[in-house]
């Protein structure tokens, strides 16, 4: 049963793999030489051939690191590089947090020091060649250490709770262990740009003026509390803009990046921010929070199921079962499932930015939207014709020109 275990976990990730490659064949059918009719004012001609190599430049590096972490992937498994760690940490403590902890701090720090030399590529090299980075080296490896603190702070205290909870709890585990979860996913959400982004951006009131004075008098038009706006230097680390809504209740808070502001007129943030107030205004937020805790609630029930089993254990070479080789497992044999749910997420979500949009549209001004995304896609160099089986299983958002059809349609 152990090795059918195993031969179905290897099955998976070649799978995926696999899949993840055709997918970019077939959004590599659409590039073109010359600049398509429907991007004509969109992009110039030499704007889109930059956008062309770039997103070949982000492709094959892609597929570098994919097919490395293949080959690594298959390597521990065949090898028995999970047991051995295993076995290394029982030379140390047999008490099963520590194990957990160690087990996953070991698997975790590895990879990601092998990573790093494909993370300093594609941001010293990749995104240099095409104007957007603005970080060094300092920054980048000091960025490195705080997610690694970040990582044995946060996910070791909650690994470690969950485990407890297991060893602590028999039959109920799932249960509380999901509360325990779901607790932490609302706290982050609502405190997230108070305690996370401090440590990497700063982050400054928006300054009285025209921009602050119109984001607060539409805001105030559609009945939507804010006195929290600020502003990020994300300038700090690249080129590329953004925005985004974080918190819950009076915690609300809008974080415009300094390269958005800079690049936008103040009726293209509006219309954004409205956008965004959309989603708020929709539930889309609440909800997606909702479902969020609903997945993290299957999966934990169906993990109850199977996390006791010690062949689950067996299957990556483990002499004995273990609480954390078995959730190992269990992970990658989830992936196919967890792959279902995100494309069921994506689908949902792409209902939501068109209806996000109409808000911004019917509300504030469908055209300064439709201006701002244009902006951002071509300051981006975002791909704008991808192939629809790769939007299918990776877009969280409708294409740029799917958006601006459906808000030229508004009025009319």
């Given amino acids: 049963m152990a090795q059918t275990i195993f031969y179905i976990i290897v099955g998976i990730i070649i799978f995926d793999y696999l899949l993840d490659r055709l997918l970019d064949y077939l959004n590599s059918t659409r590039y073109s030489s010359e600049l398509p009719n429907e991007l004509e004012g969109i992009y110039d001609e030499e704007k889109y051939k930059k956008a062309q190599e770039y997103e070949k430049a982000t492709t094959r590096f892609s597929t570098i690191t994919s097919t490395f972490n293949l080959f690594l992937m298959l390597l521990m498994l065949f090898s028995g590089g999970f047991a051995y760690i295993d076995n290394f940490v029982r030379h140390y403590t047999e008490n099963p947090i520590l194990m957990a902890l160690m087990f996953f701090g070991i698997i975790g720090l590895g990879a990601d020091i092998l990573s790093t030399p494909f993370s300093l590529y594609s941001t010293f090299v990749i995104e240099e060649k095409f104007g957007f980075n603005k970080t060094n080296l300092k920054t980048f490896f000091f960025d490195k250490l705080k997610g690694w603190l970040l990582a044995a702070i946060i996910g070791g205290g909650l690994l470690a709770a969950i485990v407890w909870i297991y060893d602590s709890t028999g039959e109920w585990f799932w249960v509380i262990a999901w509360a325990v979860i779901s607790l932490f996913t609302i706290v982050m959400t609502m405190f997230y ?51 985004y809504f974080s918190g819950l209740g009076a915690k609300k808070r809008i974080v415009l990046f300094d390269t958005l502001i ?42 109850s199921l199977f996390i006791g089993n010690p062949v689950l254990s067996q299957a990556l070479g483990a002499e004995q079962g273990s609480f954390h080789m078995g959730i190992l497992a269990f992970g990658l044999l989830y992936s196919p499932l967890s792959t279902i749910l995100s494309l069921i997420m994506n689908y949902i979500s792409r209902k939501n930015e068109y209806a996000a949009d ?55």
Wanted: proline share 3%; charged share 20%; glycine share 6%.
């Fill in 262 to 303: 800079k690049d936008h007129t103040t009726e293209e943030l509006v219309a954004i921010l409205a956008h965004e107030i959309g989603h708020y205004k929709k539930k889309h937020t609440t909800v997606a929070m909702l479902v969020s805790i609903a997945q993290t609630g299957i999966m934990m029930y169906i993990m």
């Fill in 193 to 243: 740009s108070d305690i996370i982004v401090p440590l990497f951006n700063k982050q400054t009131p928006l300054e009285e003026g025209e921009l602050r004075d119109a984001i607060e008098a539409f805001a105030g038009k559609v009945g939507f509390q804010l006195k929290n706006i600020y502003v990020m230097d994300g300038s700090k680390r690249s080129t590329k803009a953004n925005a």
């Fill in 358 to 412: 109409r808000f911004a549209g019917e509300n504030y001004d469908a055209g300064a939207l439709m201006s701002a995304l244009k902006k951002l896609s071509v300051n981006h160099l975002s791909n704008l014709k991808p192939h629809p089986a790769y939007v299918f299983f990776y877009y969280s958002h409708p294409t740029l020109l799917q958006r601006l059809k459906a808000l030229s349609l508004i009025g009319k």
